[in-house]
Every structure is written in structure tokens, then in C-alpha cells.
């Protein structure tokens, strides 16, 4: 089982956002035969909240086309990020209308949005978190990513997550991270899916998640890099990860 995980896509903003990257992601998807995507948050930007209703006008244009061009070849399931929660609550309290950001998926059912930033969803036996920001520790929720240098801010108050494997974006980078949880003496898995914009930190664009089973139970993950160089996409080197082997503590840049 094969999935695309993308984030931070930052429509609406003309310097962040890059559909042709965003279209060659996709395209590469096609041509792999790679039909299921998770996108992690932030598929619009905020920015435009700050300026006109003009501006809001044409930013709803460049989302209804961005909708009605969307690839039929692939099924993306969404959650929101904070740009799109503080832009669904900013457009009803300053226009007095009910804006759902699920409303987008009548124009294209093959791009779901679920009206969370969280969401568990289980592959074989093994759960797997998926969540705009990285939530680091199960008793103190706030204790979350901004940037990956906070891992090692955060590193002494590590209990870990209720999950063996936690995906995410926001912070704009792609990375690998396996801390030990001391309470439940397993190890997490901690993905992080880049920027799929011009917003990301080195040329990684978009993660491939392989998954495999035996007897129906996950016995192993692949992470792919897909790398997005001179308006091609390349694969990176893979990180492989079993949730049955003990690893030592490993942070890697993707």
C-alpha cells in the first residue's frame, strides 16, 4: 500500500503557493500508480485575511479553480492547519456567513476535507496519527513542534505519544524522528511531511509512504523522499522502519 502525504500547500498566497510543484507531485503519483494522498494541513493561507474583500474575491476564485482542476487520477483526504482554522473562523466573524472548508468537497469529491487537525486512522494493527502539528507528549497537548529545533527543547519531557507513529506537517521540513517512550517502553515514530510550496526548506517537496503486510498485520514502513529539482521530480534515499525492531534514538533531514 502506497500513499502520497503532502502539506502546507499555502493556496491563496501567490509568493508561497507553487501549483506547477504541487501538479508534478501529482503527476509523479499518476505515473506510479499511487492513488490514495494525505494532505496535513494548511491547504490555504491567511494571509489574504489581512487585506481587502477584493482580495478575499479572487483568493475564493483561485481555490474553486484550484478545486475544479483537481486530478482525477488520486483520492487526497485533508485535515485543517491552523491558516485554514483561523481562516474559516475569521470569514464567518468578519462577513457573517458560515464558510465550511468541507463545502470545497462538493466541487471535487476526490479531495475530502475532515473538519479536524487530527485524525487516527489504522493500517492492519497498528494505528497511525496523523496531525497538522507534531504532538509530542499525551499529557501536556500543547507541548508541540513550531520548528524541529524544539525536539531537543522538548527531548527531557518525552513520555511519548499515544501512538507508535505520528505523521505531521507544519514545520516545513521533512524528517524522521524515533524517541523511546519510557512509560509503555516502546518506540515512536515521528514523520514530518514538508511544505509543498515554495515555503519548504530544501528541495524535498513530498513524502512516499509504503506500507507492508504479513497476515495482515503492518510489518513494515518505508519513507520516501520525493524531491522536486529543476521542475522534476526524483526520489530520494528511503528510510525504513519497523514498529517490532528496537531502534536507537535516530533524527534524520529528509
Not at 7 to 16: A, K, P, Q
Not at 83 to 107: E, K, P, V, W
Request: a negative charge; charged letters at 20%.
Amino acid at each position: 500500500q502506497r500513499i502520497l502525504l503532502i502539506s502546507d500547500t499555502h493556496l491563496g498566497n501567490e509568493s508561497l503557493m507553487d501549483l506547477e510543484m504541487l501538479q508534478a507531485i501529482y503527476h509523479y503519483a499518476s505515473d506510479h500508480d499511487i492513488s490514495w494522498a494525505f494532505h496535513l494541513g494548511d491547504l490555504f493561507d491567511r494571509h489574504v485575511l489581512e487585506d481587502s474583500i477584493e482580495t478575499l474575491k479572487m483568493y475564493k476564485k483561485q481555490l474553486l479553480s484550484f478545486q475544479e482542476n483537481y486530478p482525477d487520477f488520486i483520492k487526497t483526504y485533508g485535515i485543517l492547519g491552523n491558516h485554514d482554522l483561523i481562516y474559516h473562523q475569521a470569514y464567518q466573524n468578519r462577513f457573517g456567513t458560515s464558510f465550511d472548508l468541507r463545502g470545497l468537497t462538493l466541487l471535487n469529491p476526490n479531495f475530502y476535507m475532515f473538519p479536524q487537525d487530527t485524525l487516527v486512522t489504522k493500517f492492519g494493527n497498528e494505528k497511525i496519527h496523523f496531525s497538522h502539528r507534531v504532538y509530542l507528549n499525551w499529557i501536556l497537548p500543547s507541548m508541540c513542534l513550531d520548528c524541529l529545533e524544539d525536539i531537543e527543547k522538548f527531548k527531557p519531557y518525552f513520555p511519548g505519544s499515544n501512538y507508535n507513529i505520528s505523521i505531521s506537517g507544519h514545520v516545513h521540513q521533512a524528517f524522521i524522528y524515533t524517541a523511546l517512550d519510557p512509560i509503555r517502553q516502546k518506540n515512536n515514530l515521528y514523520i514530518g511531511v514538508p511544505s509543498t510550496s515554495k515555503k519548504n526548506s530544501n528541495d524535498t517537496a513530498a513524502l512516499l509512504m509504503n506500507l507492508h503486510y504479513k497476515d495482515n498485520n503492518l510489518a513494515k514502513l518505508d519513507i520516501v523522499p520525493l524531491r522536486y529539482i529543476n521542475q522534476q521530480v526524483r526520489e530520494g534515499e528511503e528510510f525504513c522502519y519497523s514498529p517490532h525492531e528496537s531502534k536507537q534514538l535516530v533524527k534524520k533531514l529528509l
